[in-house]
């Protein structure tokens, strides 16, 4: 992913893409300081800017540092990214992390960087193909203690646990992994939010131990608004035999129905669809497939 046209933002100035490095005594890759955000640019705008900015200064503070640029200068840098490498469906990353001035647990005088990379991403499936379902396999890893982590922050050491759940179930033929937490209630899948659909009403964890996603927050306000009755709570993973239908949500996945969970399955159907079409509204998405395609051309 390295070796590609464009510019990346970095600490404040556009760099080439090529060029966009650090050094391998970093502190983040040594001890995990780091913090990120994953966006959609859909129609040249980002969906939920500066929801995400602020979310990129929380997760740095829960690591115990500041970073160095306001969330109105990050919703700024972001959309002068965006604009330099002619985005108009894609993805957003920005990234913070500790420097390479020391070695060593103890970092307090490392530099904070901050960058942003932006690449095109275009939508090719339509709801009917989404419709059909993906596979999940519940994963061995569990979604730590809050005591044990800052599981609050979308921070790059927690995602260990995503990146091994995920290669296992890829391995084994699944799409992706859904974890329990520590005490054995489900959680969350490697990068999304998960639904279920149990008698005409929509059941999701409490996130009191993993990410209380900005498109799990968007997505139960249009279900409400559908008048759909949501509930959070704790669900034990026996429940899932329970559920009708069951779906993911995240900026990368947006409403991603879900066909199976390790023993279960699931029909996706009129929810999955419903909420498809209202989050693809909402984020200004039209099903039309030869201008998506025109776009990812461009
Ligand atoms: N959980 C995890 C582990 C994630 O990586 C993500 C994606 N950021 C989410 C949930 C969903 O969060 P959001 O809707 O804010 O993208």
């Excluded at 059909?132 to 203690?145: E, F, K, T, V, Y």
């Excluded at 279920?196 to 279900?223: K, Q, S, W, Y």
């Amino acid at each position: 992913f390295d070796d590609r046209d464009g510019v990346i933002w970095y600490d404040g100035q556009m760099v080439d893409w090529r060029d966009a490095k650090l050094h391998v005594l970093s502190h983040a890759l040594h001890y995990a300081s780091c913090v990120f955000e994953g966006e959609r640019v859909y129609g040249g705008k980002v969906f939920k800017l500066t929801e995400h900015s602020e979310r990129l200064i929380a997760s740095g503070k829960e690591l115990g540092f500041d970073v160095p640029f306001t969330a109105e200068e990050l919703d700024r840098a972001t959309l002068e990214t965006v604009q330099a490498n002619n985005i108009v469906d894609g993805y957003v990353r920005p990234v913070a992390w500790r420097g390479s001035e020391m070695m060593g647990v103890a970092a307090q005088k490392t530099k904070i960087h901050v960058a942003i990379a932006c690449w095109p991403w275009p939508s090719y499936f339509s709801p009917e193909a989404r419709l059909a379902g993906i596979r999940l396999m519940l994963s061995d890893w569990r979604r730590p203690d809050p005591r044990t982590a800052p599981v609050k922050s979308k921070a790059a050491g927690l995602y260990m646990i995503c990146t091994l759940s995920k290669h296992k179930a890829e391995n084994l033929g699944f799409d992706d992994a859904l974890l329990l937490d520590w005490r054995g209630q489900v959680a969350e899948a490697t990068g999304a939010n998960v639904f279920f659909v149990m008698n005409g009403e929509i059941h999701t964890p409490t996130p009191d131990c993993f990410l209380d996603g900005i498109t799990r927050r968007t997505v139960i306000e249009l279900a409400k608004k559908r008048g759909y009755t949501v509930v959070e709570r704790v669900i034990m993973p026996e429940e899932m035999a329970n559920a009708q239908e069951c779906f993911l949500t995240g900026t990368a996945a947006e409403v991603t129905p879900v066909r199976q969970i390790g023993d279960y399955t699931f029909t996706p159907g009129d929810v999955c669809k419903a909420l498809i079409e209202d989050y693809d509204a909402l984020v200004g998405r039209t099903h039309d497939l030869a201008a998506a395609a025109r776009n990812s051309a461009a």
